[in-house]
T-cell receptor
Framework: DAGVTQSPTHLIKTRGQQVTLRCSPKSGHDTVSWYQQALGQGPQFIFQYYEEEERQRGNFPDRFSGHQFPNYSSELNVNALLLGDSALYLC????????????FGPGTRLTVT | GENVEQHPSTLSVQEGDSAVIKCTYSDSASNYFPWYKQELGKGPQLIIDIRSNVGEKKDQRIAVTLNKTAKHFSLHITETQPEDSAVYFCAAPSGYSTLTFGKGTMLLVSP
């Protein structure tokens, strides 16, 4: 049973650039949420996708956008990167919208220089 | 929205001792409380959770207790082992299938 997978593992970008991170949910799951985890902090909710639509959004600027594909995989895009965007980006999947249990992937470590 | 406070931020114990991590939440409507373990370089792993219709849940050496009146819940680890060393996060729901996390507790178990 495949768990949540994310790519790439690590990424280094320069201020002002754009980045795309990818996530495949756990087998059988159709809801994907993205979280940002700054060093020494707990994960913070960015947004959630279900049925290829953004369903909920946390307190993040619209530089953060996403997409969900028909196979339930998802992308997180960040435009105009700032130094403060350096963090571990985590993808979590749940069985369906409204199911509480969330399972996390290993994350993508983004460094902005 | 939901606010989750977690204490302590660091906890050092000797192997074989018990460890307790405590969290409080603000939204009295919250009804699901998971705990995650995050090892260095890895994503958070769900280790145990509890729903508001029970006061305690156990799984081998770990247990979670919930006091809805006081709006707090705790993680108890007995007979700690060095492999229990990690950062532990509590969380509470902040929407459909979304979570608000505490700031984490770094647990260090010394042999």
């Amino acid at each position: 049973d495949a768990g949540v997978t994310q790519s790439p593992t690590h990424l280094i970008k320069t201020r002002g650039q754009q980045v795309t991170l990818r996530c495949s949910p756990k087998s059988g799951h159709d809801t994907v949420s993205w979280y940002q985890q700054a060093l020494g902090q707990g994960p913070q909710f960015i947004f959630q996708y279900y049925e290829e639509e953004e369903r909920q959004r946390g307190n993040f600027p619209d530089r953060f956008s996403g997409h969900q594909f028909p196979n339930y995989s998802s992308e997180l895009n960040v435009n105009a990167l700032l130094l403060g965007d350096s963090a571990l980006y985590l993808c979590a999947s749940s069985l369906a919208l409204g199911y509480d249990e969330q399972y996390f992937g290993p994350g993508t470590r983004l460094t902005v220089t | 929205g939901e606010n989750v406070e977690q204490h302590p931020s660091t906890l050092s114990v000797q192997e074989g001792d018990s460890a307790v991590i405590k969290c409080t939440y603000s939204d009295s409507a919250s009804n699901y409380f998971p705990w995650y373990k995050q090892e260095l370089g890895k994503g958070p792993q769900l280790i145990i959770d509890i729903r508001s219709n029970v006061g305690e849940k156990k799984d081998q050496r770990i247990a979670v207790t919930l006091n809805k009146t006081a709006k707090h819940f705790s993680l108890h680890i007995t007979e700690t082992q060095p492999e229990d060393s990690a950062v532990y996060f509590c969380a509470a729901p902040s929407g459909y299938s979304t979570l608000t996390f505490g700031k984490g507790t770094m647990l260090l178990v010394s042999p």
